[in-house]
């Protein structure tokens, strides 16, 4: 008994062995020759720009080493030893498909929007804030991610999304916020009142096939892509690549998306904020009037 599971364990030892013998074959496909330790080509001229940084690769990639190939792993595709522990999964860099862009859907995302990513890190999620790094080890870092996809030699990052000025907060607008989130349905995701439970969260996955929940308003938790209204401005505009959480920017026009923005900080109850205070005051005065979000509402009615 003790023998055979002995026999076991060494031929699957050795499988492994064979594996990991045949991985930086494998690795030949890149351009440069292959790095023993890390699926990544051995010279690495990727470069970022992050304002007046300017951040290296060949940096990137010690680093890279030290802190990410855990989660991301070392052939970037975010099958690091931690994956298997984790939910959401660690991203796959050989994608090039990023959640929090300025730039349009399906457009690589400037560098300054990765090296934003990678200081804020994803709340409610294992991927933490790298703030304690240096500005610089930042920027290497972000240069260094772009060796995983050949897309970056290929294509120019999307154009950074204009975003005007942001009017007044009012009843009205965010009344008119209110009739978006009800007419192009983002409820049917998040939920008639934010709490991410819309009839259809439950069915939801990501690009990977794995099940993914919308974003609750109601726990006041920042968002993943930022924490400002211009940030959620940008979230809904540009979409949250790689899930099923859509870009809205051919939808939305003129003070739409400020609308939209006023009426969202009303269903973060537990954060406070102006548009919030003036909900709660108009509630309170015309609640009856209030016609509920959902499948049977008028509220979207123009
Ligand atoms: C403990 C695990 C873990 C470690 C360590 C880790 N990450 Fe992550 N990372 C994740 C997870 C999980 C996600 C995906 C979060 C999501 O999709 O909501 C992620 C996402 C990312 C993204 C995607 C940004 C976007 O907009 O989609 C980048 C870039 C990134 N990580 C860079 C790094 C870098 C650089 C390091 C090392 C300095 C690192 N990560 C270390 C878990 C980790
Ligand atoms: C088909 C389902 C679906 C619809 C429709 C949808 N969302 Fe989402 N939304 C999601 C999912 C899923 C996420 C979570 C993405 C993640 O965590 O990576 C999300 C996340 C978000 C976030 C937070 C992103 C972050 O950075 O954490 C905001 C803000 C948001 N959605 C706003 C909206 C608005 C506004 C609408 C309607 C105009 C809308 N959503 C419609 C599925 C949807």
Same mark, same amino acid.
């Given at each position: ?131 304690? *790094?240096?500005?610089?080890?930042? /920027?290497?870092?972000?240069?260094? +991610? !772009?060796?995983?996809? &050949?897309?970056? #030699? ?123 205070? *003036?909900?709660?005051?108009?509630? /309170?005065?015309?609640?009856?009037? +209030? !016609?509920?979000?959902? &499948?049977?509402? #008028?509220?979207?009615?123009?």
């Amino acid at each position: 008994m003790i023998s055979s599971k002995f026999v076991a364990t060494f031929a699957l030892g050795s499988i492994a062995l064979l594996t990991f013998g045949a991985a930086p074959a494998t690795a030949q496909s890149h351009v440069n020759s292959p790095d023993p330790l890390l699926g990544a080509p051995s010279v690495n001229t990727e470069e970022s720009h992050i304002g007046t940084l300017t951040g290296h690769a060949e940096e990137g990639k010690h680093l890279y080493r030290r802190y990410c190939i855990g989660c991301h792993g070392p052939d970037g595709d975010g099958n690091g030893m931690n994956a298997q522990w984790i939910d959401p999964k660690p991203r796959d860099f050989t994608e090039a498909t990023f959640k929090c862009r300025s730039t349009p859907t399906g457009t690589l995302p400037t560098d300054q929007d990765l090296y934003n990513a990678i200081t804020r890190g994803f709340i409610n999620t294992n991927m933490p804030s790298w703030k304690p *790094l240096t500005e610089q080890q930042r /920027a290497d870092l972000v240069a260094f +991610i !772009k060796t995983w996809s &050949p897309r970056w #030699a290929k294509e120019k990052p999307g154009d950074v999304l204009v975003i005007p000025a942001e009017p007044p907060v009012t009843i009205e607008s965010i009344l008119h916020g209110r009739e978006l989130f009800q007419k192009l349905e983002c409820w049917k995701c998040h939920g008639p009142a934010g709490h991410g439970d819309g009839p259809s969260a439950a069915t939801l996955t990501d690009s990977k096939d794995n099940p993914i929940r919308p974003y609750n308003f109601s726990t006041g938790t920042r968002f993943k892509c930022g924490a400002t209204n211009q940030d959620i401005y940008r979230i809904f505009m540009t979409g949250v690549d790689g899930t099923p959480m859509p870009s809205f920017h051919d939808t939305l026009t003129g003070n739409d998306p400020w609308d939209l923005v006023h009426f969202l900080r009303t269903l973060q109850i537990s954060y406070p904020s102006k548009e919030l205070d *003036l909900w709660q005051g108009y509630v /309170a005065s015309h609640g009856k009037d +209030i !016609k509920p979000i959902g &499948p049977d509402s #008028a509220a979207g009615a123009q």
